[in-house]
């Protein structure tokens, strides 16, 4: 039986597919869903104690030892509220949204390397759901679908704010996949190849292997900005704004669904992390210090440390950084993001070949980025005229300019 | 034919594969046509891009399977949504009536032409059932990809460069056509007379 392209790269397939193949891929299949479920019941419980301990709370300390059963308490009482469909939605695409946004979440984790490769009874095992060639693509491609979840209940709830916070989601999310995309691809071409275990195994062996000091930490910034954009985590939640969307895209939501896109955002946190950690801070690779007997352990070990590390790191940035407009959100990504990753992909490509490209590319990246810069000094100039500001529709109990000042600090208002 | 191929037992899951992504594509595809509402329609649309990425695959292709999930149903349907959200749903819309006189019968002209061509192609050359790829065999795991690098930056660069200009071309041409008609949107706008400055 031919296997095809997709399966070229797993070990697991050398001996062709049979019964007992086909049983450890459902195994594998079911005991990451698991985990995954499991650890999204943490993931919830442990934000919420973090952020309380940061806000000098208790946080949920009644369900279980130190309120460690709330996300159960809560999922179950979610469960038996009532299901509420507003009348002005579109029921059907109104039911789809919450599946489009968990789905893709839990299929990322699908290609992430979570440990080493076992032996059992003669059979090599990678440990990772699949292997397939095209690996990290398939990140980019599930990512890009989870926007649907979210830009379509915020359109079928058939509601003010949650079409804002739909439209909001679809441009800031294709806007940072591009960001994302570009930073991906530095890893790839370091690598050469899409695979996420052969991305694993070149970063393995010392810490300095790992693509982070590989490629000269700007590329992992500019990856970690962006997946916080592609979660709509804060500081960019603008999704899902509180002070200015009520909820965001699930204001009309209730019930089991508005636990689907809680889930569906606390998943997305964890795949997310797992594929930075996989990308930029060498997989499971970690120092063993048992020998043989710690070579399946420790890399487990490792891959969760970093993982947690990083699901920290994103709750910290929720506790510490205020949320940021969506203009300045927009800038961001387009004007800085975009340019900066493009930008290093030139430089890295110049160094693989050798040095004097490399510097010169360096030197031309320099030079666009001057060039660059100048542009938006101008842009932004034309853009702060008098005549690029409309007129205020009604009154206002203050002057526009006055206005403009206080929120934008205006440059020549600012001397009166 | 289609019994000696159904009889070759490899050839199963091939034929399994390959009846899903149809149905999926014929499913979507009858429905972009047929909805309605026009979110419908683009979501039935993305149901047709998906079906024809599970083709991809089944042919082994699947750098073409990711790219087409990433763009088509990642990109271009999500700024099509957008622009209907943007725009808005009119649901009474009559589409009873043809916005240009004698369109429908003039479709179904171009449409049966064009499935005659296609099957006369396929009759005649081996365009439709020819061999899996030009460009290389499909051998090792990495293959597709590099295959396809080196045909685009070597055979048909020009062909690449030319695309990338014209979506150049494209992008700065929508930015200036934008910009041109936000100056003059501006400018037509009187201050309104009833506004007081109120001293701070």
């Known amino acids: ?416 | 034919m289609i019994t000696s191929l159904l009889a070759t037992t490899a050839a199963i899951p091939d034929i399994l594969v390959f009846a899903a992504g149809a149905t999926m594509i014929l499913v979507g595809a009858l429905g972009v046509i047929s909805s309605r509402n026009p979110v419908h329609a683009a979501l039935s649309l993305v149901l047709t891009l998906f079906g024809i990425a599970v083709l991809f695959i089944e042919q082994q292709a699947d750098f073409l399977a990711a790219v087409q999930v990433i763009v088509y149903a990642g990109a271009i349907v999500v700024l099509f949504l957008f622009v209907i959200m943007f725009l808005g749903v009119n649901r009474n819309e009559d589409i009873d009536q043809e916005p240009l006189a004698g369109q429908r019968s003039m479709g179904t002209v171009i449409v049966l032409f064009a499935i005659g061509a296609i099957i006369a192609l396929g009759v005649e050359a081996h365009w439709v059932v020819g061999p899996h790829s030009v460009s290389g065999a499909p051998g090792g795991p990495y293959q597709n990809i590099g295959n396809l690098g080196r045909s685009v930056f070597t055979t048909y660069l020009f062909a690449f460069e030319a695309t990338a200009a014209l979506l150049v071309i494209a992008v700065v041409g929508a930015v200036v056509l934008a910009r041109r008609s936000g100056a003059a949107n501006a400018e037509q706008l009187e201050p309104d007379p009833d506004h007081k400055e109120v001293a701070p």
Request: net charge neutral.
């Open chain 1, 1 to 416: 039986m031919t296997l095809g392209l997709f399966a070229a790269g797993d070990p697991l397939y050398a001996s062709g597919l049979n019964w007992i193949t086909l049983l450890i891929v459902i195994i594998k299949i079911i005991f990451s869903f698991a985990v995954c479920m499991g650890a999204v019941t943490l993931m919830i419980w442990f934000e919420r104690k973090v952020i309380s301990d940061m806000q000098s709370r208790i946080g949920p300390n009644r369900a279980g030892p130190f309120g460690l059963l709330q996300t159960l308490a809560d999922g179950i009482k979610l469960f038996f509220k009532e299901d509420l469909i507003p009348v002005q939605s579109d029921r059907f695409v109104f039911k789809l949204a919450p599946y489009l946004s968990v789905v893709p979440a839990l299929v990322i984790f699908a290609v992430v390397p979570f440990g080493g490769v076992v032996t059992i009874a003669g059979r090599t095992i990678d440990l990772q759901v699949a292997d397939p060639p095209i690996g990290i693509l398939l990140v980019l491609a599930m990512s890009a679908i989870g926007v649907y979840g979210i830009m379509l209940a915020g359109w079928a709830s058939g509601s003010k704010y949650p079409l804002l916070s739909g439209v909001r989601a679809s441009a800031q999310m294709i806007s940072y996949e591009a960001a994302l995309g570009m930073t991906v691809v530095t890893v790839v071409m370091m690598t050469g190849s899409l695979s996420t275990r052969s991305i694993v195994n070149s970063q393995a062996g010392a810490i300095w292997h790992w693509n982070l000091i590989r490629l000269g930490f700007v590329p992992a910034i500019i990856f970690i900005i962006a997946v916080i954009a592609e979660t709509n985590r804060p500081p960019f939640d603008v999704v899902e704004a509180e002070s200015e969307l009520v909820g965001g895209f699930n204001t009309e939501y209730s019930s089991i669904r508005f636990a689907l896109f809680y889930l569906a955002e606390f998943m997305n946190t964890i795949t997310m992390s797992a594929v930075i950690v996989t990308l930029f801070f060498g997989g499971p690779d970690g120092y063993n210090p048992f020998g043989h007997y710690g070579s399946i352990v420790m890399p487990i070990a490792w891959f969760l440390i970093k993982v947690i590390a990083f699901c920290y790191f994103f709750v910290w940035l929720r506790g510490a950084l205020p949320r940021m407009r969506y203009d300045k959100l927009m800038d961001l990504g387009w004007k800085r993001l975009i340019p900066a990753s493009l930008g290093w992909l030139l430089i890295v490509a110049g160094f693989m070949i050798n040095g004097w490209w490399g510097v010169g590319l360096a030197l031309a990246v320099i030079a666009a980025g001057l060039g660059l810069a100048r542009a938006f000094s101008i842009g932004g100039e034309l853009e702060s005229r008098d005549q690029a500001i409309l007129p205020p529709v009604g009154r206002r109990p203050i002057s526009p300019r006055l206005l403009r000042r206080l929120t934008d600090g205006d440059p020549e208002g600012g001397g009166q």
